[in-house]
């Protein structure tokens, strides 16, 4: 009896035994297996071929200041209160046309005492004159001293001089009270006024802003290796998007034609500075744009896109192959079928497909769909998209 117990006994062991060594031979060969499809996986992805293409290269800007060189500050000569303007905002002025009036009551008051000094000096002087005249005769008949004569010269002179004097500051009164009137130093139009009827204001402040805004003009830096693409004179389109300031209604003469964010400007590269023969790395590219229908003002606008008339053709690839938000790297498809991620020097782009100046070859692969979670050395299977 003892001898079947231990029989059955060693018969499980030996089972168990197996069954943990069928257990561990299959875990191993599992391992084995899912490391060998793992090997042999490709990820599909989709893909492009790197290409020339032409391109209305779209630079897209995040704020540009405007401004005129034609362009200056009101400036109230003297000091007083504001009781008359002559024009509003977006009124064309001529050079010397009155803009604002104001009231100064201490002018009046000094002019009104320079008259009564005036008079008096006046007559003072007949006076001096008279009694220098009859000196002088004296003199001649030798009637009086030639101390008394003069004595009367000398107080002549003074009367004389007293009176200028008085007529001198008279003069200065009158061109105080003249610069009351307020005037446009320039021709232009109105862009702004800066103070309101009543206000007092102090000489030297500014009450207006004056210019010619026909032809307005913002700044931007360029690289070098953009720069070296434009030539003076070209010619572009500019638009604002989402800009309040250019969908506002300046008066009907304006509201009329205003498209706002539809509203297309044309301009040109009116100045690279320093020019693209001498070495530098970055540049300043002024642009002028046409405003002769009159919306844009002198300030700040966000969101401004540039759109060049003509094409250039140049290497490019789609925006979407872009890995990142400093548009410096794409993913692109090894020899050996693998994902590689590369930086890349990219240029200006039309809203579809970006320019590459360096980091790509003509003909090499990129990858446009995502690629997040993906490392570099992953087999991928590219399907390769046909260009637009």
Known sequence: MKSYFAIG????????????????????????????????????????????????????MDLVNLYSDEMTDVVALESGRITEAFVEKNSHVLPGQPILRLVNEDIPLKIRQADSDILEAEAQLIKAEHSYKRYAQLI??????????????????????????????????????????VTAPINGEVLRLYQKLGAYVTAGTAVALVGDFKRIFFTSPVEDKIAQRMNMNQELDITFEGSAAVQKSYGAQYASGNLGDNQVFHAHVARISPPVEEPADVRQVIWEIDNS???????????????????????????????????????????????ERRGVVTGANDGHYIEIIDGLQEGEVVITSDTEGLKDGIAVDVTIEEAD
Do not use: F
């Not at 062991?13 to 599992?30: F, K």
């Open 140 to 181: 001649e008949w030798s009637a009086v001293s030639a101390e008394k004569y003069d004595e009367a010269e000398a107080i002549y002179k003074a009367s004389q001089a007293r009176l200028e004097n008085y007529l001198a500051q008279r003069e200065q009164l009158e061109v105080r009270q003249n610069r009351l009137t």
């Open 293 to 339: 229908v009159g919306i844009l003002e002198p300030g700040a606008y966000p969101h401004a896109v540039l759109h060049p008339k003509r094409s250039r053709r140049c290497l490019t690839v789609p925006l979407s192959s872009l890995t990142n938000s400093n548009k410096n790297e794409v993913a692109v498809l090894t020899a050996g079928g693998t994902l």
């Open 9 to 60: 006994v060693a018969l499980i062991a030996i089972l168990i035994a197996a069954l943990l060594g069928y257990g561990v031979y299959l875990n191993q060969r599992g391992e084995h297996q899912i490391a060998e499809r793992m090997e042999n996986m490709r990820v599909p992805l989709t893909g492009i071929t790197a290409g020339y293409r032409e391109l209305y290269p779209m630079v897209e």
